[in-house]
């Protein structure tokens, strides 16, 4: 299986900046997409910002030209650089991938979530 560790999170006042880290580990062959998804409290969870595996990008209009996803793929990393933070971005954020692990003498498909980590916007 995949583990996803995210890291990054805080309490920060408008305006300012986060750098979320997510970094998987596992018996990993390849991975596809990662992305980010937020859950704010009484919300459903949302995608804000998905990355292929050849570095395509696609945000939620909420956070184009704010947030930028980027990944490493030797270090099986996925970020999001977050600026001119608000006070509605404050949720938990979580990351998610899918790829291929290796199981056994096969490979099979995984799809896994992170743990999340706060994010708080103060006004």
């Known amino acids: 299986q995949v583990q996803l560790v995210e890291s990054g999170g805080g309490l920060v006042q408008a305006g300012g900046s986060l750098r979320l880290s997510c970094v998987a580990s596992g018996t990993i062959f390849s991975i596809n997409a990662m992305a980010w998804y937020r859950q704010a409290p009484g919300k459903q969870r949302e995608l804000v910002a998905h990355i292929t595996s050849r570095a395509t990008t696609n945000y939620a209009d909420s956070v184009k030209g704010r947030f930028t996803i980027s990944r490493d793929n030797a270090k099986d990393t996925v970020y999001l650089q977050m600026n001119s933070l608000k006070p509605e971005d404050t949720a938990v954020y979580y990351c998610?991938?899918?790829?291929?692990?290796?199981?056994?003498?096969?490979?099979?498909?995984?799809?896994?979530w992170g743990q999340g980590t706060q994010v708080t916007v103060s006004s």
């Open positions: 998610n991938a899918d790829g291929v692990v290796y199981s056994g003498s096969y490979t099979t498909t995984f799809d896994s």
